[in-house]
T-cell receptor, first 116, second 113 residues
Framework: GAVVSQHPSRVICKSGTSVKIECRSL??????MFWYRQFPKQSLMLMAT?????????EQGVEKDKFLINHASLTLSTLTVTSAHPEDSSFYIC????????????FGDGTRLSIL | GNSVTQMEGPVTLSEEAFLTINCTYT??????LFWYVQYPGEGLQLLLK?????DKGSNKGFEATYRKETTSFHLEKGSVQVSDSAVYFC????????????FGTGTSLTVIP
């Protein structure tokens, strides 16, 4: 089946640091990738949608200058949390899907980000 | 608009009990429906799906039937195991949402021996 690899799985860093999270589709071409944030015991909150070669579309309330998304190829998208602060601590999950309608999204294993 | 309403948890069952997790939806257009499972500290894994009315998705003993008349996609399993303990998410996508998914709030299931 379709595999999405997300790296790193866990990051602990100091306040003010920028953190990059990678999301790769290993065995299919991901036309669209999604970035989610998940708070403890809550559902996924969609942050942004990225299409290869295009600027990401951010959901309302998500700061695009804070959460930089790059989708430079059909197999790689990155999320950079710039100048991270403790309130950015969360579980970030990416997903990817192909270009056909009604395809399932395939998820990475998530990144636990902890800002001290 | 598009939305998914999912049975609130947490749900605690004894091993071998019958499981039902309710899911209903509203959608503009014709949705495809999915159940995902999330184990602690991990991302979501696709459990099963159904793309048209009356389709039954099934996997690992879990089943869900796409009911257009009741706009429902309830998840069932006849005999749960301890290893089924996880959070379950119902989701939909439609052809006019650019592959965007709409998730329910998730239902936590704990199966005790």
């Amino acid at each position: 089946g379709a595999v999405v690899s997300q790296h790193p799985s866990r990051v602990i860093c100091k306040s003010g640091t920028s953190v990059k999270i990678e999301c790769r589709s290993l065995d299919f071409q991901a036309t669209t990738m999604f970035w989610y944030r998940q708070f403890p015991k809550q559902s996924l909150m969609l942050m942004a949608t990225s299409n290869e070669g295009s600027k990401a579309t951010y959901e309302q309330g998500v700061e695009k200058d804070k959460f930089l998304i790059n989708h430079a190829s059909l197999t790689l998208s990155t999320l950079t949390v710039t100048s991270a602060h403790p309130e950015d601590s969360s579980f970030y999950i990416c997903s990817a899907t192909g270009d056909r309608e009604h395809q399932p999204q395939h998820f990475g294993d998530g990144t636990r980000l902890s800002i001290l | 608009g598009n939305s998914v309403t999912q049975m609130e948890g947490p749900v605690t069952l004894s091993e071998e009990a019958f499981l039902t997790i309710n899911c209903t939806y509203t959608a503009t257009g014709y949705p495809s429906l999915f159940w995902y499972v999330q184990y602690p500290g991990e991302g979501l894994q696709l459990l099963l799906k159904a793309t048209k009315a009356d389709d039954k998705g099934s996997n690992k003993g879990f089943e869900a039937t796409y009911r257009k008349e009741t706009t429902s996609f309830h998840l069932e399993k006849g005999s749960v195991q301890v290893s089924d303990s996880a959070v379950y998410f119902c989701a939909l996508t439609t052809s006019n949402t650019g592959n965007q998914f709409y998730f329910g709030t998730g239902t936590s299931l704990t199966v005790i021996p």
